[in-house]
Nanobody, 118 residues
Framework: QVQLVASGGGLVQPGVSLRLSCAGS????????MGWYGQAPGKQRELVAA???????NYADSVKGRFTISRDNAKMTVYLQMNSLKPEDTAVYYC????????????WGQGTQVTVSS
């Protein structure tokens, strides 16, 4: 059984940094891609960043150069370093273990709120 627990969100001012963490459990953690999705109020959930099992990454255009996704398979944790935060980054951020191609479904964490406001 896989569980994902996201943490690290908060209320911050524009321009500062936050690091989100997503701690996982389960033996399959290290072999699948992982992602961070953001869901802003009234909008659909969208991919923010993703990382493959071997560390290849991709980002939404809106966060390129500001956000960095990384993973530590030994700790079964994926991170999202968020720098130069903007009000438009305000969202609930969810981590996911992307097992859909193999298992037909993905695993999702519970979400952590990031609010960027002055």
């Amino acid at each position: 059984q896989v569980q994902l627990v996201a943490s690290g969100g908060g209320l911050v001012q524009p321009g500062v940094s936050l690091r989100l963490s997503c701690a996982g459990s389960g033996s399959i953690f290290s072999i699948y891609p992982m992602g961070w999705y953001g869901q802003a109020p009234g909008k659909q959930r969208e991919l923010v960043a993703a990382i493959t099992s071997d560390g290849s990454t991709n980002y939404a255009d809106s966060v390129k150069g500001r956000f960095t996704i990384s993973r530590d398979n030994a700790k079964m944790t994926v991170y999202l370093q968020m720098n130069s935060l903007k009000p438009e980054d305000t969202a609930v951020y969810y981590c996911t273990l992307e097992t859909g191609a193999t298992l037909g479904y993905d695993y999702w964490g519970q979400g952590t709120q990031v609010t960027v406001s002055s």
